[in-house]
């Protein structure tokens, strides 16, 4: 498994969502056979596992065919297509679009990479990830991260193809040749699980005809928080949870699921920070217990509900082991002061 829970933006599994509800396929199940049903009860900038998101990529790509990815971008307008297609927006050419994506991209996902470097005249732009992803999810993203590169360079009046080459992993059953009508002939199969895609500098450099108003500002101005506090597991597992506790009370095997590891290597890891599934838990109940109770716009009883409590009095006695007064206290304190 990684170090620690590869995350993403609730905002990048939007495009798929619509496309689902477009093609009249129940998303409420889609999600939960992901075990993402809490994602409609998030904000554009919540973390969730992408290992998660991977998995609704899979089943649109058995659904719907192993080129799902083109299927989607064709549909979407960059906008919808996530945190990425927003950052672009507002470039001047797709050189300077595919840049500000690669420096947003820390705020985006937490174990993906993308470069672009130049080499014998060409430009060379790479996408990978920094843990393993199985050949037919890994396919499904190739393919729509090319269609999205596609799609910005179009703007500039480039007709598809816009690449010269692309290196891209094979669907393991179907191949590649189901992409020649989006790509062209010139696909070859990756030596490593590297996108790599070549492009010329007139396709890069050209301006776009037209310029979109600026969002990174604003997506700047929003101050988006890390995905993870830190660099630890501990960490991830908390971003997860803050999430997941939106449908009830985590548990650790959907944790381990997330995580691409076993319940037992999962606890494993958390022993070695010096700490544990239980102890992250009531770490994250706390703080939105403390959050909702000190705005009082919620029932104790609803609060508990929220977090998971099966009955009101646990969680009574988990908030008094926490400060040491009743969750009415601070509830009254709230109306007090509002």
Not at 7 to 21: D, K
Not at 55 to 82: C, F, H, K, N, W
Not at 143 to 153: M, P
Not at 167 to 189: D, E, I, N, Y
Request: hydrophobic letters at 40%; aromatic letters at 6%.
């Amino acid at each position: 498994m990684a170090k620690t829970i590869p995350l993403i933006r609730a905002a990048n599994l939007l495009p798929l969502v619509r496309f689902t509800e477009t093609h009249g396929r129940n998303t409420a199940q889609l999600l939960d056979e992901a075990d993402l049903a809490y994602w409609f009860h998030l904000s554009p900038i919540d973390p969730i596992p992408l290992r998660n998101g991977l998995d609704v990529m899979r089943a649109l790509s058995r659904t719907y065919g192993p080129d799902i990815g083109p299927q989607i971008v064709t549909q979407a307008s960059l906008p919808e297509l996530g945190y990425i297609g927003q950052v672009a927006l507002g470039a001047r050419s797709p050189a300077e679009a595919l840049m500000r994506v690669s420096r947003a991209l820390p705020f985006h996902s937490s174990h993906e990479h993308i470069g672009l470097d130049q080499k014998d005249g060409m430009f060379v732009l790479t996408q990978r990830f920094d843990f393993d992803i199985d050949d037919e999810a890994l396919h499904a993203v190739h393919g729509l991260f090319t269609a999205l590169l596609q799609t910005i360079c179009a703007f500039n009046g480039t007709r598809p193809p816009a690449h010269v080459r692309v290196q891209m992993v094979p669907h393991p059953t179907h191949g590649m040749a189901h992409l020649q009508p989006h790509f062209g002939p010139s696909l070859t199969t990756a030596p490593d699980k590297v996108l790599r895609i070549e492009l010329t500098p007139n396709v890069l450099g050209a301006p776009f005809r037209s310029t979109a108003r600026d969002r990174l500002p604003q997506l700047m101005a929003l101050q988006v928080p890390p995905l993870a506090e830190d660099a630890s597991l501990a960490a991830s597992v908390r971003a997860v949870l803050g999430s997941m506790i939106h449908d009830g009370a985590p548990k650790i095997d959907r944790m381990a699921r997330s995580a691409g590891t076993s319940v037992r290597s999962l606890q494993r890891r958390l022993s070695e920070e010096g700490t544990s599934f239980g102890t992250e838990l009531q770490t994250v109940r706390r703080r939105i217990a403390e959050d909702l109770l000190t705005r009082g716009e919620i029932r104790v009883g609803d609060v508990a509900e929220r977090l998971g409590y099966a009955q009101q009095s646990a969680f009574t006695r988990a908030v008094r082991r926490w400060t040491g007064k009743p969750p009415s206290f601070a509830e009254k304190a709230a109306k007090r002061a509002s």
